[in-house]
């Protein structure tokens, strides 16, 4: 998608329709700064905003993503194209959302090692060894609460009996038992509980 095009064609309907950015803003409930940064295309408008955005500007969805009124022997073929591009922008971003939990992870336990190391080997003093542990240990467990809700949101998991993908409740991800990536919970389509498998787009993760 063209964000510089769609910037342009925003700020175009916004101005036909006698608004200013900070009057389009207030009827979205955002500030204004994201209006200009929509304009200048320097980001999209969030998902839950553009039914909004697009009856406020008198356009359709179609026509916002194209940053162009989109004609009526065009629409089906925008629509698949549209929907294409916004999967490959999501499966991209949970891609980035997973590399950034297994950074996040080992930058946590190498740090939690460091206060344990140091705790043991540099401090004297018994309370301050304990203070080096609490926040080694406060810390992985932030980062691991942190990591969990994103195992929980990106991509998807696949049930192993009936194929089903689905994204299942912080709570039933983080009680379920789990070797790396899979996790034995039950689907919520067939009912059976099985081990099954983090996918992102078309592949596993």
């Known amino acids: 998608m063209d964000q510089l095009k769609i910037g342009k064609f925003i700020s175009e309907k916004r ?32 998902v839950s905003l553009m039914l909004e955005l697009c009856s406020l500007l008198g356009i359709t969805v179609n026509d916002l993503l194209c940053g162009e009124v989109v004609s009526m ?53 018994s309370l301050l060894s304990f203070g080096f542990i609490g926040l080694g240990l406060v810390t992985f467990v932030i980062a691991s609460l942190f990591a969990l809700r994103i195992e929980q949101v990106a991509g998807y998991y696949e049930c192993r009996k009936c194929g089903h993908r689905y994204v299942p409740t912080y709570w039933n991800v983080n ?14 389509k067939c009912g059976e509980k099985s081990w099954q498998c983090k996918v992102v787009g078309e592949t596993e993760s």
Not at 73 to 101: F, S, V
Not at 105 to 121: E, N, Q, R, W, Y
Not at 175 to 188: I, S
């Open 175 to 188: 009680k379920a038992m789990h070797m790396g990536r899979k996790r034995y919970m039950k689907c919520p």
């Open 73 to 125: 022997e065009k629409i089906n073929e925008t629509t698949e194209k549209n929907l294409l591009e916004m999967a490959g922008q999501k499966e991209a971003a949970d891609k980035r959302l997973l590399r950034l939990e297994v950074v996040m992870m080992v930058i946590a336990s190498l740090f939690l090692l460091t206060m344990l190391l140091t705790a043991v080997f540099i401090t004297k003093k």
């Open 15 to 46: 101005k036909a329709k006698g608004m200013t950015q900070a009057q389009l803003a207030e009827k979205l409930g955002i500030t204004d700064r994201a209006v200009s940064k929509w304009e200048t295309g320097r980001s999209m408008p969030d």
